[in-house]
């Protein structure tokens, strides 16, 4: 079955950018989406397919796709960024996430 | 602007069957969308079960799919989850979404309902 890989955890200052990457094999040839996801919270989309953001998404959430690997970026990181993300593909007539990232402001 | 909202009881026995439902609001069911399920066990990551298109056209995870039903309602605008035979490993937070309708390939949920937490548990 498809994976997609993250890391665990990712630190960033606030201010700075953050990038999160997600790995899977072709990934390029496939469509991602990134949810953000706080503590108690529903998960939110952020991005879609690649390098979309849904309307009232500040423009600080990019979103790229390559080769095997997949980023989300966030610039100008604030404290309210801190939450999880999960990357997302469609493979052989499924969804399929990656594990998730923390991201943590500090 | 849609909104879901799931129902149904908090506590499943092992063995028995799982029933939850998704009240969609800010949309009719019959719209371009795919209505659908996923879950999320506590502290863990998100698990897709599958969703349905208001023809009755479903998707469903293959390790999930010889345990669930999906199913819609037009006359009350909802969709239903049924997953049977369950054990404590489909103890989670079971959230409802919609995607909007258009190449499979290129899926995304756009609208969560805020999550129900259903535990298995004698």
Redesign the interface.
């Known amino acids: ?1 498809y994976e997609l890989t993250q890391p665990p955890s990712v630190s960033v200052s606030p201010g700075q950018t953050a990038s999160i990457t997600c790995s899977g094999d072709e990934l390029g040839d ?2 991602v ?1 990134w ?1 953000q996801q706080k503590p108690g919270q ?4 952020v991005i ?2 690649d390098s979309k953001r ?1 309307s009232g998404i500040p423009e600080r959430f990019s979103g790229s796709n390559s080769g095997n690997t997949a980023t989300l970026t966030i610039s100008g990181t604030q404290a309210m960024d801190e939450a999880d993300y ?1 990357c ?1 593909a ?1 493979d052989s ?8 990232t923390k991201l943590t402001v500090l | 602007q849609v909104q879901l909202q799931e129902s149904g009881p908090g506590l499943v026995k092992p063995s028995e069957t799982l029933s939850l439902t998704c009240a969609v609001s800010g949309s009719f069911i019959s719209s371009s969308y795919y209505w659908g399920w996923i879950r999320q066990p506590p502290g863990k ?4 079960i599958g969703d349905i298109y208001h023809s009755g056209n479903t ?1 469903y ?3 999930l799919k010889s345990r669930v039903t999906i199913s819609v309602d037009t006359s009350k605008n909802q969709f239903s989850l049924k997953l049977s035979s369950v054990t404590v490993a489909d103890t989670a937070v079971y ?1 409802c979404a919609s995607r909007p309708d258009g190449y ?7 609208y ?4 129900t937490l259903v535990t298995v548990s004698s």
């Not at chain 1, 529903?42 to 989309?45: C, F, I």
């Not at chain 2, 499979?104 to 756009?110: M, V």
């Not at chain 2, 969560?112 to 999550?115: A, C, L, P, R, S």
């Open positions: 079955s496939k469509y989406s949810y529903s998960p939110v989309l879609y397919e849904p999960y997302q469609w007539s499924t969804v399929v996430f990656g594990g998730g | 990551g998100l698990e897709w998707y995870n293959p390790s959230y499979t390939n290129r899926w995304y949920a756009d969560w309902g805020q999550g």
